[in-house]
Every structure is written in structure tokens, then in C-alpha cells.
């Protein structure tokens, strides 16, 4: 059956009945040479997509376990957070729940990261690890990841550096080999375009040396045990393998689509719904040179009844966002990642225009 609901909110995304159906192959057992093949397969396409070499770990958790796998690996003196909008809040009080010396580099929200600020901070010596959202969901906000990489390997070779990509990950170019990022992880049901509750990160070898050093790290997220099976091209526990089966087809998908022909349309999708809000005489809530490209969020300048569009289009087939928290109604926000496509999102800016005019 063809979900019902097209969904433009951001995460999970809208899965097409394709992808959902490559979800349903029978299941095999986690310790055979056929489970190895699958896994090298998912493995490699994904370090396709990420230009990397690095190894990659398939996670049958959601994302926030994938946080706690980051610190936990990395962390002995102490940790920054750059913290402009709820993940990345969300992100620090995971370091401070795990006993971390945690300090927090705030920005109002709509903010981007800066390098200055950064550098600033991490300049006293006090922190072995910087932590950072790359794209910030609650607030369509990305931040340049060029910048950090330069000053890292310019000024702190040592710092660890970890990045949530949850949102913008197989939506928008990440070269993580040549970047020099330590520890990228996202979840499957953003810009990669299937289900929820499975996640990946791609970890570098200083990270993995750092983590030797540590003592005390649990097991369930200690990369030891990760690279122990890693070796074998095996999960250390049984996997969602459906989950794998489902990358397995999308990361075909993406290899028909092109990469430079994904983040492209990405791109054109971003502007498209930039100039459609101007165009309204709506604002843009990111700072300028900070917008996200796969994420709209959207200044309610004007005022809209975001309750009222909200029910219209849900009779109309479409799961509109309302805005994040304590967003909702002020901003709100319009996914175009994934599986949508340009004529999808022009479908949904269509109605969009006609539910207002009303
Ligand atoms: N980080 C960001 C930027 C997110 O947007 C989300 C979820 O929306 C998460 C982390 C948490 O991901 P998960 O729900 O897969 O744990």
C-alpha cells in the first residue's frame, strides 16, 4: 500500500513503497559469509557517499546511542559542545550525564558555529574533544564544516572532533577523509531516506587509538568490541538486518542518481523553497550564509495560522512541520531531502499556496 501521508517534515522522511519493500528480504544469520557480503557491500557504498576510507559502523540503535558512543571513546580531559538549537543541547547533556567535564559554547538559536569562537575556546587547553551538529534540525541551521577542519588540523591535531551529520548526511557533500573529521554519525531516517532506528557512523583511526586509551567505556559502545567484529565484517550483536537490505537498495539508488547530481539537487531544492518563502514575504530563520540544504526553516513573518495550514494539508495527503519546540508557530520548517524530489517538493509548495489562499 502507498503510505498515505506524504511526509515533508524532517525526519522520519517520506519512504517510498520501493525502499520499503527492500526492507522485507527473508532474514539470515549474522555469523555467515552471506551476512559479511552484505555488510562490505553497505560498507563500501557508504564510504562512497562520504569519501572516506575510514571504517564504518553499522548501528542498530537510533542516533543518540551514536552520541554516547562519540564521547565515551574519546573524551579524558574534557569536552566542547557548540550548542545552537536542541540536538546539539541534547548532544552536551549526553557528556554531562556520562560525568564528563563539559563546557558548552552557546549560540541563540538560529545561529551558526564560528570558527573564532571555537579557536577562542579551545585555546585555554582545556578540552581533548570538540563536538559540534553539523546541520541543525530544530533550526535548518548548517554550519561550514571547512573552516573547523582547517583550524583543527591547523592549530589542534590532537582535539578529537565529532560531528552529528543526523540531517545532512547523504544529503550534502561531506568529504570526511578530507576534512580530517574523527567521528560522523547520523541516523537512517533523515537525508538517507529510510526507516527510523538504525544509525552509522564513520570513525577515524585516531579515534580508534584514543579509544584504546580509555578505560571504563561500558560495552555496548565501546569501538573495541565494534572493531573486534569489524574485522569479520560482522555486527558485535545481531543487527536489524532489514535495515542493511534497505541500504543495500538506496545506496543503489544514490550510485543511479550520481552524488554530484544529489547534492546538486539538494541545492536546488534549498534555494527553491528560499525564494518561495521570500517570495511570500516570509523571512528566513538561519543567519544569513547559514541556511541549510536540507532543511527550510521558515520565519513566520507574516503571521500564517501554521495550525490552520497544518489540517489543510493533512486532508490533502501531506505531514507538514509546525516548528520545532518552542519554535512552533513562529518558524516552522520544510524537509526536502532524501527521497523527495524536485517535483515532490513543488507538489507540496503548490498545495502549500493553495491552502493559504483559501
Ligand atoms: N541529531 C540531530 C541533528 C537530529 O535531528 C536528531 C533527530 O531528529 C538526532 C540527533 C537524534 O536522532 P535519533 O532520533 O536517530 O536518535
Redesign the pocket.
Known amino acids: 500500500m502507498e503510505n498515505s501521508l506524504k511526509l515533508f517534515i524532517p525526519?522520519p522522511t517520506h519512504v517510498p513503497d520501493d525502499v520499503m519493500q527492500s526492507l522485507t528480504c527473508p532474514q539470515i544469520g549474522h555469523r555467515t559469509s552471506e551476512f559479511s557480503n552484505l555488510m562490505s557491500t553497505v560498507i563500501e557504498g557508504i564510504q562512497e557517499v562520504l569519501y572516506t576510507k575510514n571504517h564504518i559502523y553499522l548501528a542498530s540503535n537510533?542516533?543518540?546511542g551514536l552520541w554516547e558512543m562519540g564521547v565515551k571513546n574519546s573524551v579524558r580531559k574534557g569536552i566542547l559542545h557548540s550548542v545552537n538549537g536542541s540536538?546539539s543541547a541534547k548532544w552536551a547533556t549526553v557528556s554531562k550525564e556520562c560525568g564528563f567535564n563539559t563546557e558548552i559554547l552557546n549560540y541563540t538559536w538560529g545561529l551558526g558555529v564560528k570558527v573564532e569562537d571555537v579557536d577562542k575556546h579551545l585555546s585555554t587547553g582545556k578540552y581533548d574533544v570538540f563536538a559540534m551538529?553539523h546541520?541543525?534540525?530544530s533550526t535548518g541551521v548548517m554550519s561550514p564544516l571547512k573552516p573547523i577542519a582547517d583550524l583543527l588540523e591547523s592549530k589542534y591535531p590532537e582535539v578529537i572532533w565529532l560531528v552529528?551529520a543526523?540531517?545532512s548526511m547523504a544529503g550534502h557533500k561531506i568529504e570526511v577523509d578530507k576534512l580530517g573529521i574523527d567521528f560522523i554519525l547520523s541516523?537512517t531516517?533523515k537525508a538517507w531516506g529510510l526507516p527510523?532506528g538504525f544509525?552509522i557512523c564513520a570513525v577515524s583511526d585516531q579515534f580508534i587509538e584514543k579509544s584504546k586509551q580509555i578505560p571504563c567505556k561500558g560495552y555496548y559502545f565501546d569501538i573495541g568490541v565494534y572493531e573486534k567484529y569489524y574485522a569479520k565484517m560482522q555486527t558485535p550483536s545481531t543487527p536489524s538486518i532489514p535495515h542493511m537490505y534497505g541500504f543495500k537498495f538506496v545506496l543503489e539508488k544514490i550510485k543511479k542518481e550520481g552524488l554530484d547530481n544529489r547534492w546538486n539537487r539538494h541545492i536546488q531544492m534549498a534555494e527553491n523553497t528560499r525564494s518561495w518563502a521570500i517570495e511570500h514575504g516570509q523571512g528566513l530563520f538561519p543567519e544569513e550564509g547559514f541556511e541549510s540544504t536540507t532543511i527550510t526553516c521558515i520565519k513566520n513573518n507574516l503571521g500564517w495560522d501554521i495550525n490552520e495550514i497544518y489540517e489543510r494539508l493533512l486532508d490533502r495527503g501531506f505531514r507538514m512541520d509546525r516548528g520545532y519546540g518552542k519554535l512552533r508557530g513562529e518558524a516552522f520548517r520544510i524537509a526536502h531531502m532524501g527521497n523527495i524530489m524536485s517535483d515532490d517538493l513543488n507538489e507540496y509548495l503548490q498545495n502549500f499556496d493553495e491552502v493559504i489562499n483559501v
Request: proline residues 0%; negative net charge.
Open positions: 525526519g537510533t542516533a543518540t540536538f551538529v546541520n541543525e534540525t552529528d543526523v540531517s541516523s531516517q527510523a544509525s
